[in-house]
């Protein structure tokens, strides 16, 4: 497979295994990487589409993708795609959970980092999601969307897809 969009190459391989009932199962597996590297240092980032492109290139109808953010300062979580609502998270976040003061934070001091809030905004909203799919289709409810949430960002970073399922 090729390569994505501002991603790495696609791998794919499908496992086979016994059942009790002495039937053969075919398990696919297949990992997607992509890269983000956001114009602002906070985004919110719709990846819904990116996760059902997963799904169909593993051709997956039953099981799930397990969404991860491979860095400790960004997030992967399930909400309504809905830009107020986006802008009540960061504002959330940075007024009442983690403000963006880089001088009250033991983890910016003597490290050259400012960047702990970061950390512990990923900690708060989870650095992965599992998403279940069922017949065919990603298993969301009906206002369900799933973002990657950028807090240090202007660099880049990684985000596993990994696809498991018949």
């Given at each position: 497979m090729g390569a994505r969009e501002g991603g790495f190459a696609v791998t794919y391989r499908s496992l086979q295994r016994a059942t009790t009932l002495d039937r053969v199962c075919s398990m696919r597996t297949h990992t997607t990487y992509r890269i983000f590297e956001t114009a602002r240092r906070q985004e919110i980032i719709d990846i819904t589409d990116d996760v059902e492109a997963c799904r169909a290139e593993a051709d997956i109808t039953e099981g799930m993708?397990?969404?991860?953010?491979?860095?400790?300062?960004?997030?992967?979580?399930?909400?309504?795609?809905?830009?107020?609502?986006?802008?009540?998270?960061?504002?959330?976040?940075?007024?009442?959970?983690?403000?963006?003061?880089?001088?009250?934070?033991?983890?910016?001091?003597?490290?050259?980092?400012?960047?702990?809030?970061?950390?512990?905004?990923?900690?708060?909203?989870?650095?992965?999601?599992?998403?279940?799919?069922?017949?065919?289709?990603?298993?969301?409810?009906?206002?369900?969307?799933i973002f990657y949430g950028e807090w240090d960002g202007q660099r880049p970073k990684r985000v596993i897809f990994k696809a498991l399922g018949t």
């Open positions: 993708i397990l969404v991860s953010a491979m860095h400790i300062s960004a997030s992967v979580f399930v909400n309504d795609h809905e830009p107020g609502l986006w802008q009540d998270i960061q504002q959330w976040l940075e007024e009442r959970i983690a403000p963006w003061s880089p001088d009250d934070y033991r983890h910016n001091r003597g490290t050259g980092e400012d960047n702990a809030a970061a950390h512990l905004r990923s900690l708060t909203l989870g650095h992965e999601v599992i998403v279940p799919v069922t017949a065919g289709r990603l298993d969301l409810g009906p206002w369900q969307r």
